[in-house]
């Protein structure tokens, strides 16, 4: 255990914590505006004071964590559930016309950058959490892709795989036994990684208003309403700004934490 | 007047001792040899000259250099020495070179940094000259050089200022054998003509004892015993020494055998490779890697096959294996072909098994003994119900303990690792076994012992099996018929001891003529 | 060296080609019909008619493909359905601010990371390497609209050196358009630095274990001296990848810093054109940017070919 690992997971706890909590309680009601009561800076009552209609920005950061959260997770989840499974196969099949077309479609994907992507998508469909974990999530398709085909064929050139050709084992039998479990470490150390940059981009979403719809509370959002407001109530800023940066923060230190425990020649692709 | 003394030499890297008070000289023109397995400390000996330690390294102890004490030197002082008096050559020329640089600016670097009065050019040209490499232009790449001329151009850049003492750290372990005597008499020659002294590093007894005017012999970090390489090896006195030897000119006894039925017949097989096309417009070349292969393995029999790299006994072996598809003829074993109508067939596979070259890559490092040396049960039809007493059979088998089953494969040493790889073999009963390249790997003392595991098994299970490798010596132990490989055809095939004392083919009698010999010795 | 080239050229044109049907056919699934949506619920049924006729839109699908693709060849971006006027006069002045301000943001980037890499490497393990680490691992996790913010904050309001937003225009000058770009490059810049600097220190790191740099040192060069000569173009191969990519992260990233600075870019024009359905106008500007992306790209490919000459040998 290292002294990354534990801060990267205290951090990455503290946030996680905070979201499940708001299940069940926050100090105030996040959406309760109180007009008389707003633009406070934190004080003793709102510990991170209140914004423009009132509300308590304390509870606010609690519930858009809950937003930021799932949609990193799902965006991560639809990386690793496609992504993966392709790079194993180009790996494979590499040199081959599989390999060929998968690593041309990455191509092609990475030539959208996610908010290119998500323009497109909700200018169709509308904006919305949903939309955003599409865009995010398919932006995330070519980067595990990329990385488990990496980690792959290195492993697919030793001799034990051979060994395991010579038991008749098939490629994608080989493929689940033994590449997978190898270059798991590499996939968990990506996936913290992806996990933080998927914040970053919800938030910068729903900043532009292509993601979390009201009522559905974000901090990217928040930070929208605080931009006319930013010089008389700097905290309106300040707090999302922070509680973003420190859940990053948390989770990239958690990444490089994990990568050195678990194995520090890990090679990780940070896009 | 000693060329490079040193005296005492401790050296411990983050605390562990890797070194222990050594001492050794080397006077000018003379060859040293320093020579011993794995973890011997004889490279760091050999980095501790030259100050490039890793980090964490602390040493005592004095090194002096032409009458200089080094060992406390500076880091400037020693980036004068380095590349202008004392040179050095490195183990892995693929990649000793800067990929993105000319190998000719690689070579005038040297000379522009300690020679500034000379013409870097001509001097460059002058040094890739002196080593062969006359015909190769400066302007070419690294990749566009072979092995054998990749270390050329690294001893270019070693010698390129005159340097008075040329350090070669197992300089011709990762080339062929042809390639090896080649750049050892390069070395020779330059440590004569130029009157530089030369210390060598190698693990290879046979190496040394062609080469070396003195042996300095190390084990764990320490020298145990140093003299004149006649008088060394008739009359080596230190008990390591006296067993490392030994396990060099070992040759394990097979057991007799009678003629059989041919196993394995290899008729007329074709191995192509498509080449990547080079130009945007025309059809890709092919490269034969197999040419119109035939021979027979009959049951029982013990059948080396020898050649260098890029000869295509890896295709080969392959091919035999129902690994990879052939372009023409056909390999049957028992009369049944290894590959049916494209696919390889597995009632053929499963009778034969493989054991390969790296202890340390031939397991999946996350599954544990028992796991690992089952997998050939894959190819049975039915996993047979009694699995662990075949375990506990093989690993007993190959000298190792049945409750060795439940560890994993870093808990255990290189030599143990190819018991285990061995006992993988044995466990479905193949009828053929193909040794590919199983004991190049390990160290001599090792290596002996795995010979000698393999002649036991002989006589327990009357195996038959391929034993492919570069090292003339190893196979001339261990097999009964052997066959030579060139360019992809077999040029020459035999009785082993007949071809081993009378090649009859020209590039056998090269192999041959190449391959160090440790010289019969009263051990 | 020429039919690396080449073929990576075909390839920029594939891609452009998928890139540019994905789009079309992405928006082709749009729901709901323009010309209602401009006139109305309410209108008749002959005047939508009369107004998809004049948009086009009662053509087949592969009809309008080819002839939007036919005529962004010719530099012809289709007509607004919602101002009658060319696209490519509405994007015309608005790419001035958005590629600018993505290259500028670019060579802030570079200049500040490749020391910052270069210098973590050289004292690894030491407070230097530490520090820059540090001031990464946070320079990382901020975001750029959000540092966009403090920095209008910071530098505009309370210091008054620039203005909190607005550009000044290229007519009046490079100096003055520059400047109103400046707070913008930076705040788009300084994160993607902080990448950029750790992978200038990881590839140099991973260079310094190779076996050549070894025979360098033992010719005599210096740590410093090896790094520089051998080490530097080695590690500029993983370096170029990075750098491409960036290209499109800051090209997009632009698109959000203009709503804090007020800047006619890109992206004003993209999210109004979302709202008001003015689909003609969201492929063409996507479009664009995915072509953008795909130059740069295409350039950073060649780039590969002049520091590694391995891969010119093979096509």
Redesign the interface.
């Known amino acids: 255990m290292n002294r990354t690992l534990i801060l990267g997971g205290a951090l990455s706890a503290l946030v996680v914590f905070a979201a499940l909590v708001s299940f069940v309680w926050t100090p105030f009601e996040h959406t309760e505006m109180d007009i008389p009561a707003k633009l406070q800076p934190p004080n003793a009552l709102h510990w991170f004071g209140t914004d423009h209609f009132g509300r308590d920005m304390f509870s606010m950061i609690m519930v858009g964590a809950r937003t930021s959260i799932a949609v990193a997770v799902v965006a991560v989840g639809i990386g690793i559930g496609l992504g993966v499974p392709l790079g194993l196969w180009a790996a494979a099949r590499q040199g081959g016309w599989v390999d060929e077309v998968i690593m041309?479609g990455n191509?092609?994907i990475?030539?959208?950058?996610?908010?290119?992507i998500a323009?497109?998508?909700?200018?169709?469909?509308g904006a919305g959490a949903v939309n955003a974990i599409i865009a995010i999530g398919i932006f995330n398709i070519p980067v595990f892709a990329r990385v488990t085909r990496g980690g792959a064929l290195p492993i697919w050139a030793r001799e034990f795989i051979m060994a395991a050709r010579v038991a008749g084992k098939g490629p994608a039998r080989i493929s689940i036994e033994h590449i997978l479990p190898n270059i798991a470490n590499l996939l968990i150390v990506q996936a913290t990684i992806q996990f933080?940059l998927g914040i970053?981009a919800e938030?910068?979403l729903s900043?532009?208003?292509l993601g979390a719809q009201p009522p559905t509370p974000s901090w990217?959002r928040m930070?929208?309403d605080?931009?006319t407001l930013?010089?008389i109530a700097?905290h309106m800023?300040l707090v999302?700004?922070c509680a973003?940066?420190?859940t990053?923060?948390g989770l990239?230190?958690l990444g490089?934490g994990l990568r050195d425990a678990l194995d520090p020649r890990l090679r990780v692709a940070?896009? | 007047m000693n060329l490079l003394e040193i005296s005492n030499l401790s050296l411990s890297i983050h605390g562990a001792q890797i070194l222990h008070d050594v001492s050794l000289n080397v006077r000018p023109g003379e060859v040293v040899a320093i020579t011993g397995e794995s973890g011997s400390g004889k490279s760091m000996t050999a980095l501790a000259i030259?100050q490039?330690l890793p980090d964490g390294s602390e040493m005592t102890g004095g090194i002096t250099f032409d009458g200089e004490d080094i060992s406390q030197s500076n880091?400037?002082r020693m980036?004068?020495?380095?590349?202008?008096s004392i040179?050095?050559v490195?183990q892995?020329p693929m990649?000793?070179?800067?990929?993105?640089?000319t190998i000719g600016a690689q070579v005038s670097?040297?000379v522009r940094?300690?020679r500034p009065d000379l013409d870097a050019t001509a001097r460059t040209a002058e040094m890739l000259d002196r080593v062969g490499l006359a015909e190769i232009s400066p302007g070419r790449?690294p990749?566009?050089l072979s092995g054998g001329q990749r270390q050329r151009v690294?001893i270019a850049?070693?010698i390129a200022c005159g340097p008075k003492l040329l350090i070669a750290d197992e300089p011709t372990t990762a080339l062929d054998v042809t390639t090896q005597a080649q750049i050892l008499d390069l070395l020779v020659e330059l440590a004569r003509a130029d009157g530089m002294g030369l210390l060598m590093i190698t693990h290879d007894l046979a190496v040394v004892a062609n080469m070396a005017h003195r042996i300095v012999v190390m084990q764990d970090g320490a020298v145990v015993e140093t003299g004149d390489t006649a008088a060394l090896l008739n009359a080596p006195e230190h008990p390591y020494t006296k067993a490392l030897f030994a396990a060099s000119a070992h040759q394990a006894t097979l057991p007799d055998q009678t003629a059989q039925q041919p196993l394995l017949q290899v008729r007329g097989v074709v191995r192509d490779y498509l080449l990547?096309?080079?130009?945007?417009f025309s059809a890709a070349g092919t490269h034969r890697a197999v040419d119109s292969v035939s021979f027979d393995i009959p049951r029982g029999g013990r059948v080396g096959l020898v050649g260098e790299s890029g000869c295509g006994k890896s295709t080969l072996t392959r091919a035999i294996l129902g690994l990879e598809p052939v372009q023409a003829g056909e390999i049957l074993l028992k009369g049944q072909p290894v590959f049916a109508s494209g696919a390889p067939n597995l009632a053929v596979r499963r009778k034969m098994q493989v054991v390969f070259q790296d202890p340390y890559g031939s397991f999946n490092p996350r599954h544990r003994v028992s796991r690992l040396i089952t997998e050939p049960f894959h190819l049975l039809e039915t996993p047979p119900p009694d699995r662990a007493d075949r375990i506990a059979e093989a690993l007993t088998a190959v000298g190792l303990s049945p409750d060795d089953a439940q560890k994993y494969p870093h808990q255990f040493s290189g030599g143990q690792r190819q018991r285990l790889a061995i006992a993988r073999a044995l466990i479905i009963r193949p009828e053929l076994i193909v040794f590919d390249e199983a004991v190049s790997a390990l160290d001599v003392s090792v290596r002996a012992q795995i010979l000698d595991l393999i002649a036991d098994l002989c006589r327990q299970y009357d195996l038959t099996y391929l034993f492919i490798s570069h090292d003339l010596s190893v196979v001339r132990g261990i097999t009964d018929h052997v066959m030579v490989m060139q360019h992809g055809k077999i040029v020459e095939q035999g009785d082993t001891n007949d071809v081993f004392d009378a090649p009859k083919h020209a590039y056998t009698q090269t192999l041959i003529e190449a391959a160090p010999k440790l010289p019969r010795t009263g051990t | 060296m020429l039919?690396y080239a080449?073929?990576r050229l075909l390839s920029l044109l594939i891609?452009l080609a998928?890139?540019s049907l994905?789009?079309f056919v992405?928006?082709e699934?749009?729901?709901g019909d323009p010309a209602s949506f401009m006139l109305g619920i309410n209108a008749q049924e002959d005047t939508l008619a009369a107004l998809r006729a004049e948009l086009g839109l009662d053509q087949t699908k592969v009809q309008r493909y080819l002839a939007w693709v036919g005529g962004m060849v010719q530099g012809d971006f289709g007509t607004s359905y919602q101002y009658r006027t060319p696209v490519a006069e509405m994007i015309g002045d608005r790419l001035w601010v958005s590629l600018p301000l993505a290259l500028y943001a670019l060579i802030l980037s570079t200049l500040i990371a490749f020391p910052a890499g270069i210098f973590a490497a050289s004292r690894r393990g030491k407070a230097g390497d530490i520090g820059v680490m540090g001031a990464t691992?946070?320079g990382?996790?901020?975001?750029n609209?959000?540092f966009a913010?403090?920095l209008?904050?910071i530098f505009a309001?309370n210091l008054r050196w620039f203005s909190a937003g607005g550009f000044a225009g290229w007519d009046s000058g490079a100096f003055a358009a520059l400047k109103s770009l400046t707070l913008p490059a930076i705040a788009l810049a300084l994160p993607q630095a902080a990448?950029l600097a750790?992978?200038m220190r990881s590839a140099l790191l991973d260079v310094l274990g190779?076996?050549?740099m070894?025979?360098?040192?033992?010719?005599?060069?210096?740590?410093g001296q090896a790094l520089r000569?051998?080490g530097l173009?080695?590690a500029m191969i993983p370096v170029l990848t990075?750098l491409g990519?960036q290209f499109?992260?800051l090209?997009?990233?632009g698109?959000?810093i203009e709503?804090?600075f007020y800047l006619p870019g890109l992206?004003r024009l993209?999210?109004q054109?979302?709202s008001a359905r003015d689909?003609i106008v969201?492929e063409s500007v996507?479009m664009l940017?995915?072509f953008a992306?795909?130059v740069v790209?295409f350039a950073v490919d060649l780039a590969y070919a002049a520091?590694?000459?391995?891969l010119r040998?093979?096509?």
């Open positions: 041309r191509d092609l990475f030539a959208f950058p996610s908010l290119v323009i497109l998508i909700t200018a169709i469909f933080s970053l938030a910068a900043y532009v208003g990217g930070l929208a605080a931009q930013v010089s700097p800023a999302p700004g973003i940066i420190i990053v923060l990239n230190l490089d940070r896009v | 030259m490039l880091e400037t980036c004068a020495l380095r590349g202008d040179g050095m490195f892995e990649t000793a070179l800067n990929p993105v640089q670097e040297t940094l300690h790449y990749h566009e690294v850049i070693a990547p096309r080079t130009k945007l | 039919r080449l073929k891609s998928i890139a994905v789009i992405v928006i699934v749009a729901p691992q946070i990382v996790a901020i975001p609209f959000w913010m403090m209008v904050l309001i990448i750790r992978v190779e076996d050549f070894r025979t360098a040192r033992a010719k005599g060069l210096s740590r000569r051998h173009r080695n990075i990519l499109s992260f090209l997009a990233g698109i959000i709503q804090v992206g993209i999210f054109s979302i689909l969201v996507t940017l995915v992306v795909i790209n520091v590694d000459p391995r040998a093979r096509t």
